[in-house]
């Protein structure tokens, strides 16, 4: 048992070897066989390629690396395999002088003399030898030289073309062959070849070929270009094939335009555009600036002057500016063109040197807002806009109309869109002009953003007056250095000697501050918005704890001098926490026009100057200054002069102050006082006087300062018979948040003042009060009588609020009907804001108000900060005045609605009744 476990054991060792010796000595066919991992010893590359040849009478036989880039052969070797494959040369084995294996011819061989050939061969086709099987000596080679055949054997390839081969003249008759062997190395381009050449007569033979080689790929990009398109190729670095593999379409020309030639009321200008990509130019003619003149004026003797009422206007309505709607303009003539918005109209009116009526003539509101005038060069323009409610990107919310110095009206440039929800909101407008462009420069609550609220910023762009074309603008949200700025409430614009653009921004949130801006793009081209706006701010603003949006600073002025831009305000002291009705003293900020780049607000380049040192809690308070440019090292600033009254507030009591100062904003002389009044009428240079006019329900008032004397003289103002003097309560100034809300709920006889000739603006509002400003104002004509238990003097009015269904759900009238029909202290107690808000909702039910949609009261609702702390019975009511814009929360998003309601916040509500009753 044990001698045959070791016999198979010695069995399976024998059979084990026999394999491995099989393995190892299997015949190995000859194929190209790519060794990229070896360098070729001349060249370097790694492009050698291997082939496995067998020996032959004169080659060794082996594994043979041959270099496609170089030729460079060599043989491998150094390992069992490829020492296996190397064999010697066979050696020629002559047959009557011809190798068997090759059919080379034998040098020594000697033909016997006797035989010579009596026939001649039949020609066969020439056999091309297979390269991996070399002829053994007992077979005829399967391919031989073209030659002279000998007698002793008959030939085996023959010329096809000739069936009786002649020798040629360089093939020597009688010889065998002398074979030398060659490899041509296979390219990207060609196939390679193994070929034998006889070094006696030429004749060449292929004995193989090999495929062609792979290209050697380099991969480049270029970029598309205005002029070509971009492109992907790849190019062999051996034979300089080059393929595109992908192209991309041309790019779009990126022109930017300068004005290589101004344009003047004589001869065109002309533009270049430059492509910023490749360089192309082209040329736009400039047409003549405008130069339309005015015609001499005749006096009309039936033109009659209007009435209106700008005295204070040019106040802040509460923390922010309004657009100003009454200006002045100096004709060639030396008289002066009226320009005023009054009552849904434009007001037209031209005086002369003395300021007497010479003709009267309106102009239609073509938008319902109005934003403001300038009186250009060789043009005059109006510009009006519209809310934009539903935020509608194609929705026409600004509109420039160009009128002839005759008032004909010749174009207009319109605003769609541009972000903007209600123009001119919370802000003013005012425009300058630089080489026949146009530059408006004004405000607007944008389309509301994902708090759902429509936030409030500047907004500016540019008309090319020739054409009226809008060719650039910046109203979207943006930077400071874009431009932009957030909560702006007040702005100017201005073009400084250099010809760079200015802009004047009161900012209260997003830098909050004075800020002054110099674009980088000069002016007078058709761009002037890019990321290169320099900004200072001139003037910090500290917080209140009252009002967030309260800065206590009032802007009223910009005025460039040779060297710097000059700002007036007046301001409260900005140490602390501001509060309403502190002292405001004058202050100019001027700033150095050398703005260096950066993308951050820059401080320390801005002098403030204070013109005034009135005391905080004195008798005398300043009002918004206004300034005039007399020379680039003179200006006026003049300002209101408040009085404090008996209240503790401050109000004009028709006193001006006012002073000149030189170019870096020092005074000239001593402040002056005088008997004077401002409005929003912005004064003007006329020849050597400064003027302005003021009306107060009445016919202008004309005002004028002497440059040279400083003396301020006045005429005109004759009272309107319309009503004069409504609405001119003593403690509601001009410069009070709410003085036109009360102004107009006073004319409209919604309320009526004490007997002391004052209003009470901030004292609370009682439910019966407000009953009776319902009543009068809505229901004059059917007052019903009051209740016979009842004497007071509001029980008429309460109860006619009761009966058109004005206190349904309301306290009062829970009260009234749990004490038996009398009326008790609800009635007398201040009104709270969810009380006021139910009466407004029962109003509007009963006018048949159209209600806002389900969507207007979900926004509504998600506005509310607190809405959820509203109570169940007020709900409704509430949502429903939001979504009908009556009214407004806190400025932190709450209602509040437990506070108590003022009569000034009661004017405000009546005057939104009454707009929805229109």
């Not at 003047?264 to 490749?278: A, D, F, I, K, S």
């Not at 010749?410 to 909101?425: C, D, K, M, R, Y």
């Not at 614009?493 to 004047?504: E, H, I, M």
């Given at each position: 048992?044990?001698?045959?476990?070791?016999?198979?054991?010695?069995?399976?060792?024998?059979?084990?070897?026999?394999?491995?010796?099989?393995?190892?000595?299997?015949?190995?066919?000859?194929?190209?066989?790519?060794?990229?991992?070896?360098?070729?010893?001349?060249?370097?590359?790694?492009?050698?390629?291997?082939?496995?040849?067998?020996?032959?009478?004169?080659?060794?036989?082996?594994?043979?690396?041959?270099?496609?880039?170089?030729?460079?052969?060599?043989?491998?070797?150094?390992?069992?395999?490829?020492?296996?494959?190397?064999?010697?040369?066979?050696?020629?084995?002559?047959?009557n002088g011809v190798c068997t294996r090759c059919g080379a011819s034998d040098p020594n061989y000697q033909t016997p003399p006797s035989v010579t050939p009596s026939v001649t061969p039949t020609p066969t086709p020439t056999v091309t030898p297979t390269p991996s099987v070399s002829p053994t000596p007992s077979t005829t080679p399967t391919s031989r030289p073209v030659s002279t055949p000998t007698p002793s054997s008959t030939p085996t390839s023959k010329p096809s073309t000739s069936p009786t081969p002649q020798p040629s003249p360089s093939v020597q008759p009688n010889h065998t062959h002398k074979w030398q062997y060659d490899t041509i190395a296979a390219t990207c381009t060609q196939e390679g070849q193994s070929i034998r050449t006889c070094t006696i007569c030429g004749t060449t033979e292929v004995l193989r070929t090999t495929s062609k080689a792979n290209h050697r790929w380099t991969y480049q990009s270029t970029e598309p270009t205005c002029t070509e398109e971009g492109k992907s190729t790849r190019t062999c670095s051996v034979c300089g094939t080059v393929e595109v593999l992908a192209t991309t379409p041309?790019?779009?020309?990126?022109?930017?335009?300068?004005?290589?030639?101004?344009?003047?009321?004589?001869?065109?200008?002309?533009?270049?555009?430059?492509?910023?990509?490749?360089?192309?130019?082209?040329?736009?003619?400039?047409?003549?600036?405008?130069?339309?003149t005015e015609s001499p004026i005749q006096k009309d003797p039936n033109a009659k002057a209007t009435a209106s009422r700008n005295l204070g206007a040019n106040a802040y309505s509460f923390y922010s500016a309004v657009p100003m709607k009454s200006y002045l303009y100096a004709r060639s003539d030396g008289g002066v063109t009226r320009v005023e918005a009054v009552d849904g109209r434009v007001v037209i009116e031209a005086y002369d040197q003395n300021f007497q009526l010479l003709t009267s003539s309106t102009v239609s509101m073509e938008l319902p807002l109005f934003g403001g005038f300038y009186a250009g060069s060789g043009y005059n323009f109006l510009v009006f806009g519209q809310e934009n409610t539903s935020d509608s990107s194609s929705k026409e919310v600004l509109r420039v109309v160009k009128y002839s110095k005759d008032w004909e009206r010749l174009g207009q440039a319109s605003v769609t869109g541009a972000n903007t929800h209600i123009p001119f909101e919370a802000g003013s407008l005012r425009c300058t002009e630089y080489n026949g462009m146009l530059y408006v420069h004004t405000c607007h609550t944008m389309f509301a953003s994902s708090d759902g609220l429509n936030h409030q910023a500047n907004l500016i762009f540019s008309v090319r007056e020739s054409d009226m074309d809008i060719t650039d603008s910046q109203y979207a949200v943006s930077s400071l250095y874009g431009g932009y700025v957030s909560h702006s409430f007040n702005q100017f614009v201005a073009v400084d000697q250099a010809g760079r653009l200015v802009t004047v921004n009161h900012g209260d949130a997003i830098p909050r501050g004075l800020i002054v801006q110099q674009y980088d793009l000069p002016a007078g081209g058709d761009t002037f918005v890019n990321l290169k706006v320099r900004s200072v701010q001139a003037m910090d603003f500290v917080k209140s704890s009252r009002n967030y949006n309260y800065t206590g600073a009032w802007v009223g002025g910009l005025e460039i001098s040779s060297d710097r831009y000059l700002v007036a305000l007046s301001s409260v002291k900005q140490l602390e926490d501001v509060e309403l009705y502190k002292t405001h003293n004058v202050m100019?900020?001027?700033?150095?026009?050398?703005?260096?780049?950066?993308?951050?607000?820059?401080?320390?380049?801005?002098?403030?100057?204070?013109?005034?040192?009135?005391?905080?809690?004195?008798?005398?308070?300043?009002?918004?200054?206004?300034?005039?440019?007399?020379?680039?090292?003179?200006?006026?600033?003049?300002?209101?002069?408040?009085?404090?009254?008996?209240?503790?507030?401050?109000?004009?009591?028709?006193?001006?102050?006012?002073?000149?100062?030189d170019g870096h904003g020092q005074i000239q002389g001593q402040i002056r006082t005088a008997s004077a009044a401002l409005s929003d009428c912005q004064p003007i240079l006329l020849g050597e006087q400064v003027v302005w006019y003021t009306t107060n329900d009445s016919l202008p008032t004309f005002y004028t300062i002497d440059v040279s004397s400083g003396t301020l003289s006045s005429s005109g103002g004759a009272q309107s018979s319309n009503n004069p003097g409504v609405g001119a309560f003593s403690d509601v100034p001009s410069s009070h948040w709410a003085y036109s809300y009360i102004t107009q709920a006073s004319q409209k006889g919604f309320v009526v003042g004490r007997p002391d000739g004052t209003f009470l603006p901030e004292a609370n509002v009682t439910a019966a009060e407000f009953c009776t400003m319902l009543s009068q104002g809505f229901y004059a004509g059917s007052l019903s009588a009051a209740p016979a238990a009842t004497q007071t003097w509001w029980a008429a009015y309460v109860q006619t609020a009761k009966d058109q269904g004005l206190l349904q759900g309301t306290r009062t009238l829970q009260q009234y009907n749990?004490?038996?029909?009398?009326y008790g202290a609800e009635a007398e107690a201040p009104l709270t804001r969810y009380e006021m808000a139910l009466m407004m909702y029962n109003f509007i039910q009963a006018k048949g108000i159209t209600l806002p949609t389900q969507s207007a009261i979900t926004a509504a609702q998600n506005s509310i900060q607190d809405w959820k702390s509203i109570p169940a019975q007020y709900q409704t009511a509430v949502a429903t005045c939001y979504a009908l814009e009556l009214l407004h929360g806190r400025d932190t998003g709450a209602f509040d609605g437990t506070a108590d309601m003022t009569r000034a916040q009661a004017c405000v509500v009546l005057l939104g009744l009454d707009s929805q009753t229109e």
């Amino acid at each position: 048992m044990m001698k045959c476990k070791w016999f198979q054991s010695i069995l399976c060792l024998l059979l084990s070897a026999a394999l491995c010796c099989g393995l190892t000595c299997l015949p190995v066919l000859a194929a190209d066989i790519q060794d990229s991992n070896i360098p070729c010893p001349k060249c370097g590359q790694y492009a050698m390629v291997g082939e496995i040849r067998e020996p032959t009478c004169t080659r060794s036989g082996g594994y043979y690396l041959t270099c496609q880039n170089c030729g460079m052969q060599m043989i491998r070797a150094g390992t069992p395999y490829y020492n296996a494959l190397n064999k010697p040369a066979l050696g020629h084995n002559y047959v009557n002088g011809v190798c068997t294996r090759c059919g080379a011819s034998d040098p020594n061989y000697q033909t016997p003399p006797s035989v010579t050939p009596s026939v001649t061969p039949t020609p066969t086709p020439t056999v091309t030898p297979t390269p991996s099987v070399s002829p053994t000596p007992s077979t005829t080679p399967t391919s031989r030289p073209v030659s002279t055949p000998t007698p002793s054997s008959t030939p085996t390839s023959k010329p096809s073309t000739s069936p009786t081969p002649q020798p040629s003249p360089s093939v020597q008759p009688n010889h065998t062959h002398k074979w030398q062997y060659d490899t041509i190395a296979a390219t990207c381009t060609q196939e390679g070849q193994s070929i034998r050449t006889c070094t006696i007569c030429g004749t060449t033979e292929v004995l193989r070929t090999t495929s062609k080689a792979n290209h050697r790929w380099t991969y480049q990009s270029t970029e598309p270009t205005c002029t070509e398109e971009g492109k992907s190729t790849r190019t062999c670095s051996v034979c300089g094939t080059v393929e595109v593999l992908a192209t991309t379409p041309k790019l779009e020309h990126k022109y930017t335009s300068t004005i290589t030639q101004q344009a003047t009321t004589q001869q065109p200008g002309v533009r270049t555009y430059t492509c910023t990509l490749c360089g192309d130019t082209y040329t736009e003619a400039i047409p003549k600036l405008g130069s339309t003149t005015e015609s001499p004026i005749q006096k009309d003797p039936n033109a009659k002057a209007t009435a209106s009422r700008n005295l204070g206007a040019n106040a802040y309505s509460f923390y922010s500016a309004v657009p100003m709607k009454s200006y002045l303009y100096a004709r060639s003539d030396g008289g002066v063109t009226r320009v005023e918005a009054v009552d849904g109209r434009v007001v037209i009116e031209a005086y002369d040197q003395n300021f007497q009526l010479l003709t009267s003539s309106t102009v239609s509101m073509e938008l319902p807002l109005f934003g403001g005038f300038y009186a250009g060069s060789g043009y005059n323009f109006l510009v009006f806009g519209q809310e934009n409610t539903s935020d509608s990107s194609s929705k026409e919310v600004l509109r420039v109309v160009k009128y002839s110095k005759d008032w004909e009206r010749l174009g207009q440039a319109s605003v769609t869109g541009a972000n903007t929800h209600i123009p001119f909101e919370a802000g003013s407008l005012r425009c300058t002009e630089y080489n026949g462009m146009l530059y408006v420069h004004t405000c607007h609550t944008m389309f509301a953003s994902s708090d759902g609220l429509n936030h409030q910023a500047n907004l500016i762009f540019s008309v090319r007056e020739s054409d009226m074309d809008i060719t650039d603008s910046q109203y979207a949200v943006s930077s400071l250095y874009g431009g932009y700025v957030s909560h702006s409430f007040n702005q100017f614009v201005a073009v400084d000697q250099a010809g760079r653009l200015v802009t004047v921004n009161h900012g209260d949130a997003i830098p909050r501050g004075l800020i002054v801006q110099q674009y980088d793009l000069p002016a007078g081209g058709d761009t002037f918005v890019n990321l290169k706006v320099r900004s200072v701010q001139a003037m910090d603003f500290v917080k209140s704890s009252r009002n967030y949006n309260y800065t206590g600073a009032w802007v009223g002025g910009l005025e460039i001098s040779s060297d710097r831009y000059l700002v007036a305000l007046s301001s409260v002291k900005q140490l602390e926490d501001v509060e309403l009705y502190k002292t405001h003293n004058v202050m100019l900020a001027v700033t150095t026009q050398d703005i260096p780049q950066s993308y951050q607000a820059q401080t320390g380049l801005t002098d403030l100057i204070q013109l005034t040192d009135y005391t905080e809690g004195g008798s005398s308070s300043a009002g918004v200054p206004q300034m005039v440019k007399l020379s680039n090292n003179r200006f006026l600033i003049l300002w209101d002069l408040y009085k404090r009254n008996s209240y503790g507030s401050y109000a004009s009591n028709n006193t001006i102050g006012y002073a000149f100062v030189d170019g870096h904003g020092q005074i000239q002389g001593q402040i002056r006082t005088a008997s004077a009044a401002l409005s929003d009428c912005q004064p003007i240079l006329l020849g050597e006087q400064v003027v302005w006019y003021t009306t107060n329900d009445s016919l202008p008032t004309f005002y004028t300062i002497d440059v040279s004397s400083g003396t301020l003289s006045s005429s005109g103002g004759a009272q309107s018979s319309n009503n004069p003097g409504v609405g001119a309560f003593s403690d509601v100034p001009s410069s009070h948040w709410a003085y036109s809300y009360i102004t107009q709920a006073s004319q409209k006889g919604f309320v009526v003042g004490r007997p002391d000739g004052t209003f009470l603006p901030e004292a609370n509002v009682t439910a019966a009060e407000f009953c009776t400003m319902l009543s009068q104002g809505f229901y004059a004509g059917s007052l019903s009588a009051a209740p016979a238990a009842t004497q007071t003097w509001w029980a008429a009015y309460v109860q006619t609020a009761k009966d058109q269904g004005l206190l349904q759900g309301t306290r009062t009238l829970q009260q009234y009907n749990a004490n038996g029909g009398r009326y008790g202290a609800e009635a007398e107690a201040p009104l709270t804001r969810y009380e006021m808000a139910l009466m407004m909702y029962n109003f509007i039910q009963a006018k048949g108000i159209t209600l806002p949609t389900q969507s207007a009261i979900t926004a509504a609702q998600n506005s509310i900060q607190d809405w959820k702390s509203i109570p169940a019975q007020y709900q409704t009511a509430v949502a429903t005045c939001y979504a009908l814009e009556l009214l407004h929360g806190r400025d932190t998003g709450a209602f509040d609605g437990t506070a108590d309601m003022t009569r000034a916040q009661a004017c405000v509500v009546l005057l939104g009744l009454d707009s929805q009753t229109e």
